[in-house]
């Protein structure tokens, strides 16, 4: 990862490692290679299913914006921000936000999706790649 010291680490101030294009790349494929892992198991967790669909969905984002703009992102609502409202984003701005909030609530409200909700997710994160490849 590329080293960015935003403040002196000495004085309480915060250091953020941010990837590169190739570890976002690779961090994608991770990320498919552990659902697709996930998803062959007899009783698969799908509400993990959907919390590593969306992170690999952001790992694309953040490469698209990275290779075409040399935007990178530390927090969730920057990045949320800047795909609500950014233009060139606007084709996937509603199936990035749905893959957001519907890993939040699997994530944190210990929800488990539907087989409905399990294959809209995965149908926004192929929509995402295909926009970002």
């Keep these: 990862m590329v080293y960015h010291q935003e403040q002196d680490a000495l004085q309480g101030g915060s250091i953020e490692f941010m990837p590169t294009l190739d570890e976002h790349v690779k ?14 198991l007899d009783n ?16 694309l984002v953040e490469k ?6 040399n935007q990178k992102f530390s927090r969730h609502s920057q990045r949320n921000k800047l795909i609500a409202t950014q233009r060139t984003l606007e084709d ?10 519907e ?17 809209i997710a995965k149908q926004n ?3 995402i ?5």
């Design 92 to 101: 996937i701005s509603a199936e990035y936000d749905s893959l957001f909030m």
């Design 44 to 59: 698969p967790p799908n509400d993990w299913i959907v919390v590593i669909a969306f992170y690999a969905a952001l790992h």
């Design 27 to 40: 961090q994608f494929q991770k990320n498919i290679s552990v659902v697709e892992t996930l998803e062959s």
């Design 64 to 69: 698209k914006m990275l290779a075409d703009h």
């Design 103 to 119: 890993s939040c609530k699997y994530r944190y409200d210990c929800r488990t999706p539907s087989p409905g909700k399990l294959k």
């Design 129 to 133: 790649y295909e926009f970002c490849k």
């Design 125 to 127: 994160l192929q929509k």
